[in-house]
């Protein structure tokens, strides 16, 4: 659709939606207006830049009213740079919008009804700034950065350090750079500078979570959650990790289920995870497909004695793995998310609630904030089998 000029426009921002753009609505027609760096409860003028049959896109020119929660954004490319969306709003407000953005998501795309306080608060991130353990650059044409925040056709923004990273991470960028501009790195392309492997600017070998302190508190409450779900040790018949990755989550799991099952995609990651457990035969790593070894994993314990985590790619979970659960369903189901609009889509096709024909009864929804200042949110969701069905299959 073509974009009519629009006068700037004055705003009250409502709500923040997931992605991070704030929510106003238009004086004329009242159609939904997506601003980005606004916080809940301020006064803003705005410039429509693209227009849509129910909704329009605007960029922020003024803050008439500042929320109290507003604050000095620390890194100089804010507001350029496409990767952060929150570093105007101090850390509480951040965790709060992303508690809020989970919760809504669950009622309006997974349409769960539920408790409030099912949904607990955002676990916070031990660093909010200088936490991430490796960034990913594009090079092209001399610049080496980040893409630009849309909308519209995204330039390259030059980067010379970015302050989510470790500085660790930093140096290695600055070693980047030095390399890149001396001719020795062909442009066009992705490089991933690292705090374990600074001189490297490789594509990292398999899945490696990003935030270390972030993901200890991660690992903490599945673990955690695990135990509680199946408080007799006797009872811990079997953990099936799936999407497992190195073996993140099963590895703190070892001595606590009699037996653990790993399944991956990746061989480089399975045999990580293999050589780590080389000492515990209970525990199994397999390559291949979830939707393939699923189904004879949930066979090789009694439902009421199995404890399924899934840890999916942001796509969520396929159909035939949603069936396989559906056809003889753990007592226990801890599903990892880092896209709660495909968790809440998912929890739906789990049938997941009160209905008579739940397969699911939904304990609790912990929102964790693995990158703070943008717009990513982890969620852990911790499903129970509806009494009777997991003992009966
Ligand atoms: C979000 S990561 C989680 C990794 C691990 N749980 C961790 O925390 O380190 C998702 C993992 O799923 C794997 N994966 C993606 N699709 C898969 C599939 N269809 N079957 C098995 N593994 C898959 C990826 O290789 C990746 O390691």
């Known amino acids: 659709m073509p974009v009519r000029r629009f006068p700037p426009v004055r705003l009250s921002i409502d709500d923040i939606a997931f992605g991070g753009r704030g929510v106003g609505r238009l004086p004329d027609d009242g159609r939904a207006v997506f601003v980005p760096f606004v916080l809940p409860g301020e006064e803003v003028e705005a410039e429509v830049v693209a227009e849509h049959r129910r909704h329009v896109e605007a960029r922020l020119v003024a803050v008439t009213q500042p929320a109290s929660a507003r604050t000095e954004p620390r890194c100089p490319y804010f507001g350029r740079c496409g990767g952060c969306s ?16 989970v919760a809504d998501l669950l009622r309006r795309v997974g349409r769960l009804t539920f408790a409030d306080a099912t949904v607990r608060a955002t676990v916070p991130s031990p660093e ?25 056709e995204r330039a390259l923004l030059d980067i010379e350090e970015c302050p989510l990273a470790a500085p660790a991470v930093n140096t290695a960028l600055h070693a980047l750079r030095a390399r890149y501009q001396r001719g020795v790195l062909p442009d066009g392309r992705n490089y991933t500078v690292s705090d374990d492997d600074p001189s490297s600017a490789d594509t990292p070998r398999f899945f490696r979570q990003t935030n270390d302190g972030a993901a200890s508190r991660l690992r903490e409450l599945v673990r955690a959650l695990a135990l509680e779900a199946v408080p007799t040790a006797a009872a811990r018949g079997h953990l099936i990790d799936a999407y ?49 070894h699923l189904p004879a994993a949930l066979t090789l314990a009694a439902a009421a004695e199995t404890v399924l985590l899934v840890d999916p790619p942001a796509e969520g979970l396929h159909e035939t793995v949603i069936a396989a659960i559906a056809a003889r369903p753990p007592a226990t189901l801890i599903y990892i998310s880092c896209q709660p609009p495909t968790l809440a889509r998912d929890l739906a096709r789990l049938k997941v609630g ?40």
């Not at 929150?86 to 953005?101: E, G």
């Not at 909010?128 to 519209?152: C, E, K, Q, S």
């Not at 050589?275 to 209970?282: D, E, G």
């Not at 964790?368 to 911790?382: C, G, K, R, S, W």
């Open 244 to 292: 497992c990755g190195d073996g993140f989550f099963a590895r703190s799991l070892t001595a606590d289920f009699q037996r653990i099952t790993g399944i991956e995609m990746d061989r480089r990651a399975v045999r990580a995870a293999q050589a780590a457990a080389l000492a515990a035969p209970h525990e199994k790593y397999l390559a291949g497909d979830v939707a393939a």
């Open 128 to 152: 909010i700034y200088g936490y991430r353990n490796r960034i990913t650059v594009h090079a092209r044409d001399g610049a080496l950065g980040f893409f630009t925040h849309g909308p519209g």
């Open 86 to 101: 929150y570093q105007h709003a101090d850390y509480a407000t951040q965790l709060s919008i992303k508690r809020k953005q």
């Open 354 to 393: 009160h209905a008579a024909d739940s397969l699911y009864e939904l304990l609790s929804v912990t929102p964790l904030d693995m990158f703070p200042q943008t717009a990513e949110i982890e969620a852990v969701v911790h499903l129970r089998a509806r009494s009777g069905d997991a003992a009966g299959f």
